[in-house]
């Protein structure tokens, strides 16, 4: 069985401004993620990681765009629902959830991120900034395996 989860939308006032994520847009995350991302970027980079923030805060309305374009390209919603998921769905509105790249991959988002000495680098330290590991291969949420994707939640591990 699939487990579905609403997630809050994060308030105006809860996000703050991250500079701008991989393809030089505007980042905003939740205040208490931003200081942790900066934190484990700082220990990532000591250990001579490169990361990259390719994606934060989504709001619904930006995520149903994202969706209404697909649909309008062709493609249908369950083609979709396999890797974006719908408004309410996602953590990335919450603000606390962020996609990396180390950069170097051909593509980002893709599994092959699983491939590179970041994620390996994630899987082992992560945790000690308040992030997990989203949906991971044959998670209960039905999302596909997304190993670029990590959320914090508000606790040290």
């Known amino acids: 069985m699939v487990r579905k989860i609403i997630f809050p939308e994060a308030k105006e006032h809860e996000l703050i401004s991250a500079g701008k994520d991989f393809f030089a847009r505007d980042l905003l995350l939740e205040k208490n993620t931003y200081k942790a991302w900066l934190e484990l970027k700082q220990a990532a980079t000591d250990d001579g990681i490169s990361l990259f923030i390719v994606s934060g805060f989504r709001s619904y309305e930006y995520q149903q765009k994202i969706i209404d374009r697909k649909l309008a390209n062709g493609q249908t919603l369950e083609e979709i629902i396999r890797v974006n998921a719908l408004p309410g769905e996602s953590e990335h509105h919450t603000g606390r959830a962020i996609d990396l790249t180390t950069g170097d991959e051909k593509e980002v ?43 914090y939640h508000n606790e040290k591990c």
């Open 109 to 151: 988002l893709t599994e092959d991120f699983e491939k590179t000495y970041a994620f390996e680098w994630l899987v082992k330290n992560a945790h000690k900034y308040g992030f997990k590991l989203s949906f991971p291969c044959n998670n209960d949420y039905g999302f596909i395996y997304e190993p670029w994707h990590w959320c």
